[in-house]
């Protein structure tokens, strides 16, 4: 039916679009990455990923695009490590390194990786974005998102539970701001 | 309320999010803007907030049929599901996101999550095609999540009364409808409050219940 143009609706993603080499960073963000990974620093040493899959062994999936490029950015994994954790809007940033960790280590770091860093540097963006500012989708952010995570680089806030009882007051603040938008 | 928004941060992020506060969300709520196919759905997304793609890969595993790990990546079929969502920051340190549901029926398993937790959800109805909308108010019905009906009032299209509408999708009389435009900003808006609106309304009636 209709619906089956959904991924070419709007401003989506054009069916059968290649994903591109890189993620997309933050502009002005491509000095500063390549200076942390040119200078790793005393961090504790992450390592996260196995060796990408070569471009020739890319296939592509009539409806998915090049699945075996995602796969391998994601070790073939597909689940986020905690139920729930990475919510499209829970709240990432990029841990604050300490004084003494030396930076952030990029050992084991893939570019994917220092693009989501990047982006949540200075504040707080959620999942949902980190997928659309990278261009990657949310299922491969998530796994990526599950790295960080056991790294100890990055901070998660969850969404507010809303299920049963919102707050009022939330309630209030969210009805007073779209009026005054 | 002038004295929020001259806190109003200068775009330093070309393209990307223009948050107008320093400092970014610490809490985030969501709304899913749902309907059907050409309803208005990515319109009243991006009228009232910067709209952005969004898409996912997505495990398309036969029911019952377990993934064989061992046979590598090509037994793997995933599909792509793309959707719209935006961003308002609502005042300093609240931000909404809105998410534009992706096309009804093949895509279930995504709403069940974009749902869960949700403040909310709009349900765009298009006169000329009212029954597209059915599955979107049965879903957010059956899950007990808030949800007012906005009727898109195209140009051309027979205009009906808010009764008829009611009537016609058999809602429950609490539940708001309203005729809107969705490519005006404004009018989204105040959908979006009513929503609010509805979801506080029922809070309410919760709280007294239990009490
Ligand atoms: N006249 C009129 N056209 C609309 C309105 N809302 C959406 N449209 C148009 O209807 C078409 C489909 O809208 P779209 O938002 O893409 O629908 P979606 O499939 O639900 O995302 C677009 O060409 C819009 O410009 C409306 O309120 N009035
Ligand atoms: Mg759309």
Redesign the pocket.
Known sequence: MAESK?AT??PGVPAGREVPDGPELPPGAQESARAEQADPGEGPEVDLFRPRAQAEERWFDDEAGPVVRLYSMTGGRTRPVEEGLFDLISLITAARPGPDSGGVPAHGLTPEHQAILTWCRHEPLSVAELGSFTDLPVSVVRVLLGDLYDADLISVTRPVPLAELPDERLLRDVINGLRAL | MDSVRSDHTPATRGGAAEPRWRGGPAAAVKIL?A????????????SVSEIRPLRTEEELSEQGRPVDDTSGVETKRTTTVAM?FGRIDLQPGLALYLF?TPGQDRFWFVWDELARGALGAVV?ADTRRLADCFPSVDFFERRGIPFVVAV????GAERFEVEEVRDALDLDPGIPVLL?????RE?GKEVLVALVEHAAAGRHRAATARA
């Open positions: 959904v609706d709007g | 803007v309907g059907g196919f050409g309803a208005g759905k990515t319109t009243l997304v991006g719209d534009g765009i898109n009032c195209f140009d809107c435009d969705a490519r005006l009018d």
